[in-house]
C-alpha cells in the first residue's frame, strides 16, 4: 500500500491496485496504491478511511477483464458482485447473506465480478459471463470498505483483454494503452485544485 498526496474532505481520492495503471496519471488529487487482490484492497482503503480526514468521495481505476465479445473501452460501472464467495451455500449454512451484490451507480452501468482469481481460462470467463460484464480483483473489496465508512464510490474500469486463455499476456501487452485511456478519462472527469 502507497498513498500518495494528502486527503482532504473537499476532494476525491483516486484509488488504483497498481502503479501500472497510473502510468500516465496527472493529477494533483491524492492517490492510493492498494496492490492486487481483494484482501490488500480492502485492507488499504480501510485503514486511510479510517485514519482520515474522509475524501469526499473514492474513486476506482483501474483495468478489467471483459467476459462478453465486443466489450471495449472505458466504463462505470454499475453494479459490483463477489465471484468468488458462495454465498448461496453460506445463506443455507448461517441464514445470513455474505456477499450480497451492491448497486454503485444508478445510471445502470456493467456489471463488475471481484474475485482473487485472474481469469485466463474459458470455463471460468463462460462461467462468469452468465453473471457479469466484466472482472477484477479490487473492485467489490473496494465498494464494501467505503460502504461500511460511509463514503461513496464510483469504479471506472477500461477492458484490458479478453478474460480467459491468453489474458495474461493480453493484459501485460495492453496496460499501458489502458493506463493511457484512464488518464484521460480523469483529466476529463476529476477536478484539478486552482
Not at 40 to 58: D, F, I, K, Q
Not at 105 to 124: H, R
Not at 172 to 185: F, K, M, N, Q, T
Amino acid at each position: 500500500m502507497e498513498l500518495v498526496g494528502r486527503i482532504t474532505v473537499d476532494r476525491p481520492l483516486l484509488v488504483l491496485a497498481v502503479k501500472e495503471e497510473a502510468q500516465f496519471l496527472d493529477t494533483d488529487l491524492p492517490v492510493l496504491f492498494t496492490g492486487m487482490g481483494k484482501v490488500n484492497a480492502a485492507v488499504a482503503l480501510a485503514g486511510v478511511l479510517a485514519r482520515g480526514p474522509r475524501p469526499s468521495h473514492v474513486v476506482n481505476l483501474g483495468t478489467a477483464g471483459a467476459l462478453r465479445p465486443g466489450w471495449t473501452g472505458t466504463h462505470v460501472v454499475g453494479s459490483v458482485i463477489q465471484h468468488d464467495l458462495d454465498t448461496d451455500l453460506l445463506r443455507t449454512l448461517t441464514g445470513e447473506t455474505y456477499g450480497a451484490a451492491l448497486t454503485l451507480n444508478a445510471d445502470d452501468g456493467p456489471v463488475l465480478a471481484t474475485g482473487d482469481a485472474f481469469i485466463a481460462d474459458e470455463a471460468a470467463r463462460e462461467r462468469l459471463a452468465a453473471r457479469a460484464h466484466l472482472v477484477d480483483m479490487e473492485g467489490y473489496a473496494l465498494a464494501t470498505a467505503a460502504a461500511q465508512a460511509g463514503v461513496a464510490l464510483r469504479i471506472v474500469k477500461h477492458v484490458s483483454d479478453d478474460a480467459g486463455e491468453g489474458a495474461a499476456k493480453s493484459w501485460r501487452e495492453s496496460v499501458a494503452g489502458c493506463a493511457r485511456a484512464l488518464a484521460d478519462w480523469a483529466t476529463l472527469h476529476m477536478p484539478r485544485q486552482s
